[in-house]
């Protein structure tokens, strides 16, 4: 365990501070930008920033549309409804998650379903998908959405579970908060699905503070989450005329500005990720007291996070607090969903792989080493 320490220390050059689980770099114009912003008096919800990220976001994704909103979790939110979610409707999601994903879809008045992972993706299960839905298929509450997610930047089994979807007519919202500049078979997360959501949180691949982006295939989806993020305002030069009963959630040109500049580091940024996952896949090859978690097949990850899975809870524990104590932060991946107060009561598959992945799993630093 302490050889790891070791080798973490060396891979990002530190060999006594403390080294963070993932920081943000700011090496291009974000304080140009965030200074012009300021200027031009335009730091709240209209700017030509916000336009500026989201056609930048549309160009690098291939969506249709790109949206950028406050935070991953209200671009959730968003987004269920938008596919045409409602109060008490059920929403299958996934076990093993961030409790964003599931707190988006109680925003939206609906119910969580706890399926479980695939072990080597982490994200949902295909297999686990169909099986619930041949027992429960035809039960008395409507299935309105189905919200996969993508674990640390590794594509889930997207196509098969959108092909399953399909057969029950099952919307699906691609929960891609961890994925941007990953791709499956050369397609962006977050497209595969009616709409997907990015979050720029400041511990995410690139950040804008807060933010989020809502990814659509489809272009008049699209406009419509503009319209209904943005109080579903009639275009008028004077009028105050709102035809829908909407919601606040534009992403202010402040954030905006940040995402610009980030935005155009990007490329470099996954290029140094990659880089410390290979060191990370390499070191980690030889060993049989932990695993290291690789992108699937076909999938070109940004490694959000790089994972080891240790062989069991004791000995992840011990590690856990072993490099905690000595400055290197790492963290287990979330508590499930099904074992948090408020969604015990929710209805689970079991979720037999994604507890014993919850046991084991380790996250490591894996920011970019971009120096200032
Ligand atoms: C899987 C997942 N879903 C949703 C979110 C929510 O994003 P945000 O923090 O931007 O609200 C996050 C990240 O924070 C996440 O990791």
């Known amino acids: 365990m302490e050889s790891v320490i070791r080798f973490i220390r060396e891979l990002y050059g530190e060999p006594e501070s403390f080294i963070p689980l993932h920081a ?18 335009f730091v709240s919800s209209v700017g030509e920033y916000v336009t500026r990220f989201e056609d930048m976001t549309r160009e690098f994704t291939g969506a249709a549309r790109a949206v950028a ?10 987004a269920l409804k938008l596919v045409g ?10 076990g093993l998650t961030f409790v964003a994903t599931a707190n988006a879809v109680t925003a939206a008045g609906a119910v969580p379903v706890f399926l479980d992972s695939d ?6 299960s295909p297999d ?15 299935i309105a959405a189905c919200v996969p997610v993508h674990i640390l930047g590794h594509a889930c089994r997207i196509r098969e579970i959108c092909e399953i979807c399909e057969e029950y007519s099952i919307p699906v919202v691609e929960d891609a908060a961890e994925g941007l500049g990953s791709s499956l078979d050369g397609r962006h997360l977050g497209t595969f699905g009616k709409l997907g959501v990015l979050s720029y949180n400041g511990n995410k691949t690139i950040t804008t503070g807060g933010g989020g982006m809502i990814l659509a295939r489809d272009e008049e989806l699209g406009g419509l989450a503009k319209h209904m993020t943005a109080t579903a305002k009639v275009p008028h030069r004077w009028e105050f005329r709102h035809d829908a009963a909407a919601w606040n959630y534009r ?6 500005a940040l995402g610009c500049a980030q935005m155009e580091k990007l490329d470099e940024i996954l290029a140094d990720k990659r880089a410390v996952a290979a060191a990370y896949r390499d070191f980690f090859a030889g060993r049989d007291d932990m695993a290291y978690v690789d992108a699937p097949e076909g999938c070109l990850s940004n490694y959000w996070l790089n994972t080891v899975l240790f062989k069991d809870k004791e000995a992840r524990e011990e590690f856990l607090k072993l490099s905690n104590d000595q400055g290197v932060m790492t963290r287990p991946l979330w508590t499930l969903m099904a074992e948090l107060p408020m969604y015990a009561c929710h209805e689970n598959d079991g979720l037999a792989n ?3 992945l919850a046991d084991r799993a380790v996250n490591l630093p894996s920011g970019p080493r971009i120096k200032a």
């Open 128 to 142: 686990a998908l169909r099986a619930w839905l041949e027992r429960h298929g035809n039960g008395s509450r409507r």
């Open 251 to 256: 992403m202010p040109n402040l954030n905006a």
């Open 85 to 94: 979610v409602n109060q008490g409707d059920l929403v299958l999601t996934q």
């Open 119 to 124: 072990s080597d993706t982490l994200g949902m």
């Open 69 to 78: 909103v406050v935070n991953g979790t209200c671009g959730l939110t968003a």
């Open 354 to 356: 994604a507890r014993r």
């Open 24 to 41: 943000p770099v700011f090496t291009g114009r974000e304080k140009e930008y965030l200074a012009d912003c300021i200027d031009s008096t």
